[in-house]
């Protein structure tokens, strides 16, 4: 009968410790959702323009450091093989590398 009654009581305290454990799972759910007020997050800097040259493409798109890297490839003689730097905040071009075949 003792037996029983320790292992009434460890269920209960058990089914307490879900109980909490539930309710603080809520919390930190409910606390972390936005509330409607703007995030101090940027949300992107929307639509730019990258200007290529004609035949070319983006053939790779990284975040390297904080900065948006775009890689482009095509032909080699029409000068494709690009890579372009953009602040991912405003999407402002910081730079360039251009391969260039050596005479």
């Known amino acids: 009968m003792h037996?029983?009654?320790a292992l009434k009581a460890l269920v209960v305290f058990m089914g307490i410790l879900i109980a909490v454990g539930l309710g603080l799972l809520t919390y930190?759910?409910?606390?972390?959702?936005?509330d409607g007020?703007?995030?101090d997050r940027p949300g992107g800097?929307?639509?730019t323009t990258v200007d290529?040259?004609?035949g070319c493409v983006i053939a790779e798109a990284v975040v390297a450091d904080g900065t948006l890297v775009l890689r482009a490839d095509g032909p080699?003689?029409?000068?494709?093989?690009?890579v372009i730097m953009l602040d991912?905040?405003?999407?402002?071009?910081?730079g360039r590398v251009k391969a260039q075949e050596q005479p």
């Open 3 to 5: 037996n029983m009654r």
């Open 28 to 34: 930190a759910v409910i606390s972390g959702l936005p």
């Open 37 to 39: 007020q703007p995030s």
């Open 45 to 47: 800097f929307g639509d």
């Open 52 to 54: 290529l040259p004609t």
């Open 76 to 82: 080699v003689e029409r000068g494709c093989q690009i």
């Open 88 to 94: 991912p905040e405003t999407g402002r071009e910081i």
